[in-house]
């Protein structure tokens, strides 16, 4: 039984069940998500026989090793964690003056197939369980002896298409007894699954919905993300202003830009048309290489003149950092190169 796919609830039902107090769990979950201990030894205010129970019950503290992890100058690390049954999946932790970011996937290889993605090109191998999804930040958050402020669902996977792990994920990175991590640092991305942003929406929690945009036409959009055949353009976007509308959040567009593929003053316009007068954010993100497609990034200057011109418009805007480049630190890069056991 793994022990951080548990919610409180769950875990006392474990706790009473093997005739101990209720208040057992709690303490459980302190040692495990506040003092970051994996080890039922340490746990040194519970009785020895209930830890010999736990054992015995099969409980498992930690999920995954990592499996090898790289460090830019700028203190961005990479990791890859192998998981239990051998496949591996990466995390990325970004750590700035004011905040300490992790990004974690949420299933091993993505089904969604994006044309520019390096996940999307391995194909999809099986979806991470909530433990597995809350054990990235939290190992990330005792490697760095650091607390986790910001969490963002942009590693590998679709967490809309894994949506009841990832839901039961954030709501324990949320919880007051699990990492106490405010909703309104928890971001989730999606290729744009319509019923499941609906669905997200009435889950009423504080979160940040990001939208991997990438192009505003329908045909260039089902080309980069195949997604689209089956949601095209107008329902994902209807269904991202009734996000804001409804939790009164502002939801990012991420637009990827590709030289001569979506950076055009035709691309520009539209995005202009699409984003303006509603609560959303532009986030150019510079285009990074993978095998597989002669895409090349977008210019400089053609990003700064997308910047301008959105802005011009009153059009909430800004371009991510490229952080961590040494470490490959770009969306399915490091697995991309590691062998996993059982390949
Ligand atoms: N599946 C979700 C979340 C994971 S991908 C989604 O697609 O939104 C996280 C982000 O990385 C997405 O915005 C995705 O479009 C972006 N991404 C994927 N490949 C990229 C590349 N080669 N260069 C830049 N961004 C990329
Ligand atoms: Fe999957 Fe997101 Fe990559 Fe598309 S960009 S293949 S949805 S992980």
Redo the contacts with the bound molecule.
């Keep these: 039984m793994e022990f951080t796919g548990l919610n409180l609830q769950e875990l006392e039902a474990v706790v009473l069940e093997l005739g101990e107090p209720r208040y057992r769990a709690r303490q459980l979950m302190d040692w495990v998500y506040k003092k970051g201990t994996d080890d039922l030894d340490q746990m040194s205010n519970l009785p020895v026989s209930f830890r010999e129970r736990l054992k015995d019950r099969g409980l498992q503290i930690g999920l995954m090793l990592v499996a090898e992890a790289q460090e830019a100058g700028d203190g961005t690390k990479k990791y890859l964690f192998r998981l239990q049954d051998g496949l591996c999946v990466e995390a990325v932790y970004i750590p700035e003056e004011k905040r300490k970011t992790v990004c974690f996937s949420t299933q091993v290889g993505?089904a969604?197939g994006?044309l520019?993605?390096?996940?999307g090109q391995q194909g999809f191998r099986r979806n991470l369980t909530a433990g597995e999804i809350v054990d990235q930040v939290r190992k990330i958050g005792q490697d760095r002896k650091t607390r986790i402020s910001h969490a963002v669902?942009?590693?590998?996977?679709?967490?809309l298409a894994n949506y009841e792990a990832t839901l039961k994920a954030v709501r324990l990175l949320n919880a007051d007894y699990g990492l106490q991590m405010a909703a309104r640092h928890l971001t989730i991305?999606?290729?744009g699954i319509v019923p499941a942003i609906y669905r997200l929406t009435e889950e009423a929690l504080q979160l940040n919905l990001?939208l991997?945009l990438?192009a505003v036409d329908d045909s260039l959009r089902s080309r980069l993300i195949p997604m689209n055949r089956t949601y095209p353009l107008a329902q994902v976007m209807k269904a991202c202003r009734d996000y804001a509308t409804r939790t009164k959040r502002r939801v990012t567009l991420?637009y990827?830009m590709i030289a001569g593929v979506n950076d055009r003053e035709a691309d520009l316009r539209s995005l202009v048309e699409l984003t303006a007068g509603w609560l959303c954010h532009v986030n150019l993100?510079p285009?990074?290489?993978?095998p597989a497609v002669d895409y090349q990034p977008s210019p400089p200057r053609v990003r700064r003149f997308f910047l301008q011109s959105l802005e011009e418009n009153n059009i909430a805007v800004s371009i991510r950092q490229e952080r961590g480049a040494e470490v490959d630190a770009?969306?399915?890069q490091l697995r991309q190169r590691i062998k996993e056991s059982t390949d």
Excluded at 287 to 290: R, S
């Design positions: 993505c969604v994006c520019f993605c390096a996940t669902a942009m590693g590998q996977g679709e967490p991305s999606t290729s990001a991997s990438h991420e990827i993100i285009y990074n290489p993978v770009a969306c399915g």
